[in-house]
């Protein structure tokens, strides 16, 4: 079981459709995939057309308050979900004492036979987060490609590091930064692509999302790159990106 956070310090950057998206392009390749949402916006759910406050499928707070006895969310074939709601705000200032509360569960998760998990963080820096990298092996930033975005990256990178280092009694790997949200026809955007790849090597993906319509619109009609033609911009982008994902984590 491989678990992947979606790590992102300002808002604005397509995270949810990103994440979403990947969540489904990864379970149709056959792998049993769960979707954490650790957002209290609860967005990953609005997107997929879920009630995120139903009683009776397990959420996010649930994790954190320990009780494991509800139904986890079936999305489609080999695709899960936990929600958030608003609720999970309560944990957002809680330090990480005694042991991680999403750590606690990895077992359980194991159990139940899921072979990928993406967890969907908040916007800011919160125990959220931190809670979501103790379980993770591995983390990743989405970022558009604008001169101001880089401070998010910055601020992200910062702020795993910190954690990890002096936190969390883990070691997840940074598999690196995906640009989303791409527009190659801006005069700028080659010369940041550059910028971006001196500084983070091989840690910027090779793979890039880029700015279309059909993406930015799918949240309103509940629709993923896999309901898209096969000769779809954007599902041929995400295929890629999600086969550069599992060269990265082994998968």
């Given amino acids: 079981m491989k678990v992947l956070t979606i790590l992102c310090q300002k808002g604005g950057v397509g995270k949810t459709t990103f994440v979403v998206n990947l969540g489904k392009l990864l ?3 056959g792998h049993k995939t769960l979707l954490i949402d650790t957002d209290p916006q609860g967005n990953v759910s609005t997107y997929l057309n879920f009630d995120k406050n139903s009683k009776e499928a397990l959420n ?21 979900l936990i929600p958030s709601n608003k609720s999970i705000t309560k944990h957002s200032n809680e330090k990480i004492i005694g042991g991680s509360k999403l750590m ?15 967890i969907d963080t908040p916007p800011t820096i919160s ?16 970022s558009k490609p604008e001169f101001l975005a880089v401070e998010g990256v910055s601020q992200a990178m910062d702020f795993a590091k910190e954690t990890i280092n002096n936190v969390i009694k883990a070691d997840p790997i940074f598999l690196g930064v995906v640009l989303n949200q791409v ?13 971006l790849r001196f500084l983070l090597a091989d840690k910027l993906f090779n793979s890039k999302i ?13 629709k ?4 898209f033609n096969e000769n ?20």
């Fill in 183 to 195: 527009d190659t026809r801006r005069s700028s955007f080659q010369s940041f692509e550059n910028e």
């Fill in 60 to 80: 996010t707070t649930d994790l954190f308050e320990n009780r494991l006895d509800k139904e986890i969310m079936k999305v489609s074939e080999s695709l899960y």
């Fill in 127 to 142: 125990s959220l987060t931190q809670e979501s990298l103790t379980i993770s092996d591995y983390y990743l930033i989405p």
């Fill in 232 to 251: 779809s911009k954007a599902k041929l982008e995400f295929i890629e990106l999600s086969e550069e994902i599992f060269e990265k984590v082994g998968l």
């Fill in 27 to 29: 379970s149709h390749k």
């Fill in 104 to 118: 606690k569960h990895k077992n359980f998760f194991r159990e139940k036979g899921f072979d990928l998990i993406l």
């Fill in 224 to 227: 993923t790159v896999l309901d």
């Fill in 210 to 222: 880029s700015q279309l319509t059909e993406i930015a619109d799918s949240p309103f009609y509940a």
